[in-house]
Each structure stands twice: as C-alpha cells, then as structure tokens.
C-alpha cells in the first residue's frame, strides 16, 4: 500500500501570502493519478489539480501543483480568506487502490 | 448537471450491517468508476472502494471482508454495504464518481454521517 504523508500537519498564514504544501508517497507513484483536493467545513472535498499540475474547471490561477516520483507539492499564490481548508493530496495506483494523505490544514494566522 | 446524492440510515446498531445508496442524476452511471469515501468526524478521508460502470470492484483491504459494492444502471445508482460494524465505522459517507483515464474524483455526492451506536 502505497502511503501518503503531508507536510506540515498546521500551515498557519496570513492572506496575501504564498503556501506551500508538500506530499510525500512511500514509493514512486504515477503523476498521471495524482490529484490535490480542497475542502472546507461541512463541505464535501472539492478537486482542485489532477495530474499533479492539471488544475479542475473553475480552479483559479493561484493553485498550482508541481512534482513526480515521491515528492508532490501544492503552491498557492497569494492566499485569499476562502483559500483557507484542509487540503488532501490523494494517489491512484497498479493495485488499484487510491490512498489520501492525512491532510494539511491552512489556518489564519 | 451531474449530482450524487447518498441515502441511507444515520444510526446502524454494532455488529448490524450499513446500507448505503448513492444515486445518479443529470447524467448516465455509464463509462464512469463509481467509489464509496468516509470520513470518521474530525479525521481524514478514507477510500472504501469503488465499482466500475461494467461491475468490476476494487476494495480497501482494510474493509474488503466486510464490504460490498454493487451497481443497479436501471436505477443509476450503486450501493454500499458493511457488516459487523462497529463504533469505528462511525464517518460521513461520500459517493463520489472517477473516470477511468485519469482517476481522481471529479464529482462529489454532499455526504452523509452514519452514526453506529446502540
């Protein structure tokens, strides 16, 4: 099984400045089946990148998701107050499993 | 518009079994990986499994010898159930669909808590 660790657990920023999550795979995953999720309270998750950089319809210019192999990390530019989640990386793999990440939660500092 | 709407029992006594149904509306259960994803309260998202618009099933191995997918396309819906529940499986269920050359979950259903409890 393949496992899905993010970093930090707690990013606590203030609106205007850059984040930058990290997710790491305990083996080398497909970039192709790689995806980052938003979601918010009392929310269902929302996709924001699949293949690793592709960003879904509607996802605005300020998210953007680099990496391959073992290492994957959601930028987003410029934080506004409704970018403020919990954000899920998530991976699809030969076994045909999906594993998530715990999370990384992006708090108002 | 595509939806997904979960529906099922809130409350599920231990050891009973947790029936869920996710239904399809606004488009076709045709062509799509149809997955079942929970989330015990204040903790992350867990993948159940998933059924493919042809029947074929992938599983957690967590849950695999309790669970059960299946797919009724005359109804546009498919199904989750769980046996021998316990307190842990106490989670809001999400319905979520996939398409199968790219894999991530595209559309979600709102979700639904399903409480086991006495």
């Known amino acids: 099984e393949v496992v899905l660790t993010q970093s930090p657990g707690t990013l606590s920023l203030s609106p205007g400045e850059g984040a930058t999550l990290s997710c790491r795979a305990s083996q080398s995953v497909s970039s192709n089946y790689f995806a980052w999720y938003q979601q918010k309270p009392g929310q269902a998750p929302r996709l924001l990148i699949y293949g690793a950089s592709s960003r879904a319809t509607g996802i605005p210019d300020r998210f953007s998701g680099t990496g391959s192999g073992t290492d994957f990390t959601l930028t987003i530019s410029r934080l506004e107050p409704e970018d403020f989640a919990v954000y899920y990386c998530q991976q699809f793999g030969d076994s045909l499993q999906y594993t998530f990440g715990q999370g990384t939660k992006l708090e108002i500092k | 518009q595509v939806q997904l709407q979960e529906s099922g029992p809130g409350l599920v006594k231990p050891s009973e079994t947790l029936s869920l149904t996710c239904t399809v509306s606004?488009?076709?259960?045709?062509?799509?990986?149809w997955s079942w994803i929970r989330q015990p309260p204040g903790k992350g998202l867990e993948w159940i499994g998933y059924?493919?618009?042809?029947?074929?099933?992938s599983y957690n191995p967590s849950l695999k010898s309790r669970l059960t997918i299946s797919l009724d396309t005359s109804r546009n819906q498919f199904s989750l159930t769980l046996s021998s529940v316990t307190a842990a499986d106490t989670a809001v269920y999400y319905c979520?669909?996939?398409?199968?050359?790219?894999?991530?979950?595209?559309?979600w259903g709102r979700g639904t808590l399903v409480t086991v409890s006495s």
């Open positions: 059924i493919s618009y042809i029947g074929s099933t």
């Open positions: 979520a669909r996939a398409v199968g050359s790219t894999w991530h979950f595209g559309l």
């Open positions: 606004g488009g076709s259960i045709s062509s799509y990986y």
